[in-house]
C-alpha cells in the first residue's frame, strides 16, 4: 500500500524548488499527495522562485536552476494544486477565553479535535510544510495547523518542514505546558546570515515588508533548548537534520534532500541524520 503525505502549502506564496524536491521524491515511490491551504484557497509559487536569472540578496547568486525553474512553473500552472483541502473546514477553531460560555464551548472545541484530527493521522502517514515567505504570514501562527502538528507529532508520524515553515514546529505547543515540540531536538532552518535585509515578497500583498518580520534562527534557538540544537551549516551546500518524528530542511537547495530523507523516515526507518 502506498504511503499517504498531507502537504501544506501557504495562500501567500510557496517557494517553487521547495513544493517540487520533495513531490518528485513522492511521486517516484508512487505516493499519494493531498494538499491542503489555511482556507482552501489554491496556493502560488512565488514569482522569484521560477526566475533562474533571480539573484537572492543573502547569497549573491541564482538559487533556481533552469531545469528547477521549468518543473516548477509547469507544477504552478497545472491543475494539481486545485481544489485543496481547506484547513478552517477541517480542524475547528479555539474560542476565546472571554467567550460567555466559554467552558460548554471549550469542551465542544476539545470533542470536535479530537475526531478532526483523529480522521487526519489516520489518513495520512506524513505531514509536510513547504517553505518559502507565504508561511511567516499564514502558517507560523496558525493554531489549526499547530494542532495538526501535535496530532502527528503524538502518533509518531513524520513531519517535514522547510525554510520558514520550520516556525510552524517551534510555535506548535501544548497549552497545559506551553513548551515546545522542538525542546530537546536538533533542527536546522532560515539561519541569520541567510535572511533577507529588505524586499520580503508575498502573493497578494502590494507592499515591500523589508526583512522577515522574525529571525527564524534565534526562535529556533530558543525552542529547542539546552538540550537541543540549532544546525545552520553556513558555508555548506545543504541543511537537512532528521530528528525523528522531525526532518528539517534549511532552504531551497535542501529541497530535494528533504524529500529523500523523509522517504527515507517512512521505508528505511531513518531517525537521525545530519547531527
Not at 471549550?106 to 506524513?126: C, H, I, K, P
Request: hydrophobic share 35%; net charge negative.
Amino acid at each position: 500500500m502506498s504511503q499517504r503525505i498531507l502537504v501544506v502549502l501557504s495562500e501567500y506564496g510557496y517557494w517553487g524548488e521547495e513544493l517540487v524536491g520533495p513531490l518528485e521524491a513522492f511521486d517516484a515511490r508512487g505516493y499519494r499527495v493531498t494538499f491542503a491551504t489555511p482556507t482552501g484557497k489554491r496556493a502560488r509559487a512565488l514569482p522569484p522562485s521560477l526566475d533562474p536569472d533571480y539573484i537572492d540578496p543573502p547569497l549573491g547568486r541564482s538559487v533556481t536552476s533552469h531545469d528547477m525553474a521549468r518543473k516548477a512553473r509547469a507544477l504552478d500552472e497545472s491543475s494539481r494544486l486545485d481544489n485543496p483541502l481547506s484547513l478552517a473546514d477541517l480542524i475547528p477553531e479555539r474560542p476565546y477565553y472571554s467567550a460567555l460560555n466559554h467552558l460548554r464551548e471549550l469542551e465542544d472545541y476539545n470533542r470536535r479535535l479530537q475526531s478532526a484530527t483523529s480522521d487526519l493521522v489516520a489518513g495520512f502517514d506524513a505531514l509536510v510544510i513547504v517553505g518559502g515567505s507565504g508561511p511567516i504570514v499564514d502558517l507560523a501562527n496558525n493554531e489549526r495547523l499547530h494542532e495538526v502538528v501535535l496530532a502527528f507529532a503524538a502518533a509518531n508520524k513524520p513531519i517535514l518542514a522547510e525554510c520558514y515553515g520550520v516556525a510552524v514546529l517551534a510555535f506548535a505547543r501544548d497549552l497545559e505546558t506551553r513548551e515546545s515540540l522542538l525542546r530537546g531536538k536538533h533542527v536546522t532552518g532560515h539561519p541569520k546570515e541567510y535572511d533577507y535585509k529588505d524586499g520580503t515578497g508575498f502573493i497578494g500583498v502590494d507592499f515591500n515588508m523589508g526583512p522577515p518580520p522574525y529571525p527564524l534562527e534565534y526562535i529556533l534557538r530558543d525552542a529547542t533548548g539546552p538540550e537541543g540544537g540549532f544546525h545552520g551549516n553556513v558555508g555548506k551546500e545543504t541543511s537537512v537534520i532528521v530528528d525523528y518524528p522531525f526532518v528539517t530542511g534549511r532552504s531551497t537547495p535542501d529541497s530535494v534532500l528533504s524529500g529523500e530523507l523523509l522517504v527515507q523516515t517512512l521505508e528505511n526507518g531513518l531517525r537521525r541524520y545530519g547531527w
